[in-house]
């Protein structure tokens, strides 16, 4: 039992209008707030609340869990993806330079093989 001074807190479920909903989803749609966001400062209280009117009402997939890249694919122009595509290729061969010389150490100064290792474990023949 409660004390009799106490006051609770209850929650109750409110009824939101569909403009509100479409409002709320359209700003999380342009990207102005994230649901979270938005379920804060409208003090929307159930957790999924505006999941699922994003899911009912919005334009996008919301089905999925966003995979958010450093820069969308449609919006780069095929210059700057070439850019991108040439600027990972040299941070890809720098690092594979980098490997070949640790593994090229280990070999020279303390005789551990790994390119020996690492084919005979690819091939499941023992060592």
């Known amino acids: 039992m409660k004390p009799s001074g106490s006051i609770s807190n209850k929650r109750t479920q409110r009824d939101y209008t569909l403009g509100f909903k479409l409002a709320v989803v359209s ?4 990207g102005e707030l994230t649901y979270k966001q938005a379920q804060d400062h409208y003090g929307i209280q159930g957790r999924s609340t505006v999941l699922t009117w994003l899911r009912k009402h919005g334009r996008l997939d919301w089905s999925q869990p966003i995979e958010h890249s450093p820069m969308s694919k449609s919006k780069e122009t095929p210059a700057q993806k070439i850019k991108r595509l040439e600027k990972q290729v040299s941070n890809l061969e720098m690092k594979n330079m980098i490997y070949g010389d640790m593994v090229e150490l280990l070999k020279n100064e303390y ?3 790994l390119e020996k290792k690492y084919l005979a474990e690819r091939s499941g023949s023992p060592k």
């Open 27 to 30: 700003q999380v749609e342009k």
């Open 111 to 113: 005789g551990i093989d």
